[in-house]
């Protein structure tokens, strides 16, 4: 793969697992090894491209949707696109990953429930497990973790370099990203 080429890297996750954090730390290194790259974060598509949106699975796949279709067109353009969303639905993210062009590499970040509502500064998981909040991915609306994701890391269990760390090892390995210059 040259520098020019595109690739699709796609995060999901359940809210506060790092799919935002570790999207910009696998950015940051691609843009000093020479890549084009683009993120598209699931709250902020929300905002400007998905606005009215709700939570039905139809608005989330609708959304998933969306960012799939950016992702494919600057991909298949020579930009590695990152989506970082919760993408909760298996057939939504499989459609996505068929409509490619480009490479499209699903990454899961794996964390906790535990771990998710110790983290949560905003208590949306304690009021989500006391049902004071409707739809939650992962409480009381489903979350299908991918069984057989491309890259595979646990935020609750690694640190975010040692994360990251894996998310570019695989992607150097497999020949879609310019290797780190020594």
């Not at 020579?78 to 480009?102: F, K, M, N, Q, T």
């Amino acid at each position: 793969m040259t520098r020019h080429d595109g690739l699709t890297i796609w995060f999901t996750g359940l809210s506060g697992a790092g799919k935002s954090t570790l999207a910009q730390r696998v950015r940051d290194a691609l843009v000093t090894r020479g890549h084009r790259v683009e993120i598209l974060d699931g709250d902020e598509v929300r905002t400007n491209l998905s606005k009215g949106l709700g939570f039905s699975k139809e608005d989330r796949d609708t959304n998933i949707r969306r960012i799939g279709f950016v992702a494919r067109l600057l991909s298949r353009n020579g930009v590695v696109a990152i989506g970082a969303a919760i993408s909760p639905y298996r057939d939504v993210r499989d459609e996505v990953r068929r409509l490619h062009e480009a490479p499209f590499v699903e990454v899961y970040v794996e964390c906790s429930i535990d771990e998710l509502t110790r983290r949560d500064r905003k208590g949306l998981y304690a009021k989500a497990l006391r049902g004071e909040i409707k739809n939650f991915t992962g409480i009381s609306d489903p979350y299908e973790p991918p069984p057989a994701p491309d890259i595979h890391v646990h935020s609750d269990r690694e640190t975010e370099d040692q994360s990251t760390g894996v998310i570019l090892g695989c992607l150097e390995s497999r020949g879609l990203i310019a290797p780190r210059s020594a």
